[in-house]
């Protein structure tokens, strides 16, 4: 605080910075004998052989210490062709070969998502980048998947239905899975027979399939298929939405695949610096409840496929010089913000903050990624006794809007409707009524004309509901989302019809839709101390 006398001169000159040490005289600050080739932060300098050790050490530590991966089951990694992601396969080829100390046990299969055609590519430039997806695989050995984009328009509804099974492997302990898959391994060995290698067909857990390590091509999507998702995408407002849209969409069509091939768990490529700027995007998002599940090591919401981040200890920087070092080959392919600018998305904006940040701050993206680490996933109030509550159609989490009354789900509805409503005069119809002779009594209540549009937004999380008000018709959607919708409100809807009395007329289906959503959010306003026997 100010005090009186005190002496407001000019400072001292300062003392000069100390002199930095020539290289030659630096060494690594593990050994101590090694020259440095990397400098991951400000004093911690690596020499080649340090680097690589500290590197494996954290992909196999987190493996190890979350223990959700167990041995001889199937492992489904989703590769980008990004750093990242690409880090990660090669970490598991590695880990699986025959000179590691300790030698990773799970069956490992790799799936590529073609996102060609929403990112503007050419046919020609879609071809020659899955030439070069293919010659890596090829040398990788693994068994693996490559998939278009396009394929969402042709998945099935049940792809959005959370499965009552568990996932494989819980139903022992970690240790007994470990003494089983150790005791085959005896028994093979005793018998003569060669050990499972990654070059092999390792065992595979009940009830899966194995896949072939060299799968014929993959069919090529229809003209059909690749005009639709192009006229979606093109049909989006806003750079935000469409990068939200390709990351569901993206997420349904490897959770297919993980499912159809007996894949029980899926590896994520997603780094520190990754999660950290996801962590910020989320909350600008409105995606605060679900940041646990989003960002979190192990994301559970499927049910009988659990999503996995083991790289979530490496920083983009630390990725980065791995790969250039022991040469681990990536494919470039653009994004679809790719060339943006920086205000274009929330995306764009949060990134460019934080690694601007990040050059000043140098404890920026770990400062984030601790936070990130503290979040707990803990259900919602009143849902924790009972069964679970009905899950978002996009996001497949639970929804965090009860009714029609909360501040959330208002706000929402209200913007979506602001969103898509011209400018008209009161009762000025702005568009002709879809059931002719019905004059101003039709409002869209009892005809039919708004009840798709209706029946995807309701079923939507907060979040996702903001997200979807730059969709300008929820007709472009893929078909199994609609299909989905569809099938959710009919199971609503019929008890309703069925306790309906016996005389007058019954009540139409759209009608019914309101009472259906006020039945439900009484039921969760009751909470899990009210019975609802005698109601």
Known sequence: MCQAGEDYADPGPREPAPAPRPR????????????????IRAGDAFCRDCFKALYVHKFRAMLGKNRLVFPGEKVLLAWSGGPSSSSMVWQVLEGLSQDSAKRLRFVPGVVFVDEGAACGQSPEERAQTLAEVKRILHRVGFPWHVV????????????????????????????????????????????????????????????????????????????????????????????TTKEELLQTLRAHLILHVARVHGYSKVMMGDSCTRLAIKLMTNLAL??????????????????????????????????????RLFAVPSVFT???????????????????????????????????????????????????????????????????????????????????????????ECGTPSSPCCAPGRGQACCGATCGREEAP?????????????????VPSQDSLPPYILAEAQFRRQRLVVPVLL?????????????????????????????????????
């Open 334 to 424: 653009p994004a679809i913000d790719t060339k943006a600018p920086e205000k274009a998305s929330i995306h764009r904006l949060v990134e460019s903050f934080l690694l601007r940040l990040q050059t000043q701050f140098p404890s920026t993206v770990s400062t984030v990624y601790r936070t990130s680490e503290k979040l707990v996933k803990s259900p919602r109030e009143g849902c924790a006794a009972g069964p679970p509550g009905p899950h978002c159609l996009l996001c497949l989490c639970v929804l965090d809007i009860d009714t029609d009354d909360s501040a959330t789900a208002f706000g929402a509805q209200t913007s979506l409707r602001l969103s898509r409503t011209p400018q008209a």
């Open 148 to 239: 278009a984009l396009e394929e969402v328009f042709s998945l099935p509804p049940s792809v959005l239905r959370r499965s009552a099974e568990e996932p494989g492997g819980t139903e022992g302990t970690y240790k007994v899975a470990v003494d089983t898959f150790l005791h085959q391994q005896h028994a093979l060995a005793c018998e003569g027979g060669p050990s499972p290698s990654h070059g092999e067909e390792p065992l595979c857990p009940p009830n899966t399939q194995a896949s072939s390590p060299h799968p014929g091509p993959a069919q090529p999507p229809t003209v059909a298929h690749t005009a639709a998702l192009s006229r979606l995408f093109n049909s989006v407002k806003s750079l």
């Open 286 to 323: 409105g995606r605060g409840a679900f940041l646990a599940w989003d960002t979190g090591f192990s994301d559970e919401r499927h049910g009988d496929v659990v999503v996995v981040r083991p790289m979530r200890e490496h920083t983009l920087k630390e990725v980065v010089f791995y790969n």
């Open 24 to 39: 030659g005289e630096q060494k690594c600050m593990k050994c101590k004998e090694g020259l440095p080739v990397v400098v």
């Open 454 to 470: 209706a029946s995807v937004i309701d079923q939507l999380c907060y979040s996702c509901r903001v997200t979807m008000r730059d």
């Open 499 to 535: 306790e309906a009395p016996c005389r007058g007329p019954r009540p139409s289906l759209p009608s019914l839709v309101p009472t259906v959503h006020s039945l439900q959010g009484l039921g969760h306003a009751r909470g899990p101390g009210v019975s609802d026997r005698g109601q």
